[in-house]
């Protein structure tokens, strides 16, 4: 069973930072996907960031620049440098992991508020 940890969400102001963390229960060397979503209230939840089997990483547009998605394999763990941030980045944002031994349609976390405010 895959167990998604996420960590670092709190309240901010416009133009700081944070960096979230999520840390999985098995290796993420063999990762189909594994990344970061959010949603806002009333809204969606949408992409963030996500590392590709691939080696690759797409970024939602909105965050291109500003936030960076960084990979640990010795720890299992995957990060989100959240810089730059703006009172639209306010959402929960949530991990995902899609592993070969895990389910087909992928592992979510319990999410972590990231709260954008003066």
């Known amino acids: 069973q895959v167990q998604l940890v996420e960590s670092g969400g709190g309240l901010v102001q416009p133009g700081g930072s944070l960096r979230l963390s999520c840390a999985a229960s098995?290796?993420?060397?063999?990762?189909?996907?594994m990344g970061w979503y959010r949603q806002a209230p009333g809204k969606q939840r949408e992409l963030v960031a996500v590392?590709?089997?691939?080696?690759?990483?797409n970024y939602a547009d909105s965050v291109k620049g500003r936030f960076t998605i960084i990979r640990d394999n010795a720890k299992n763990t995957v990060y989100l440098q959240m810089n730059s941030l703006k009172p639209e980045d306010t959402a929960v944002y949530y991990c995902?992991?899609?592993?070969?031994?895990?389910?087909?349609?992928?592992?979510w976390g319990q999410g972590t508020q990231v709260t954008v405010s003066s």
């Open positions: 098995g290796s993420i060397f063999s990762m189909i996907a």
């Open positions: 995902y992991l899609r592993a070969t031994w895990g389910p087909a349609s992928g592992s």
């Open positions: 590392y590709t089997s691939r080696g690759s990483t």
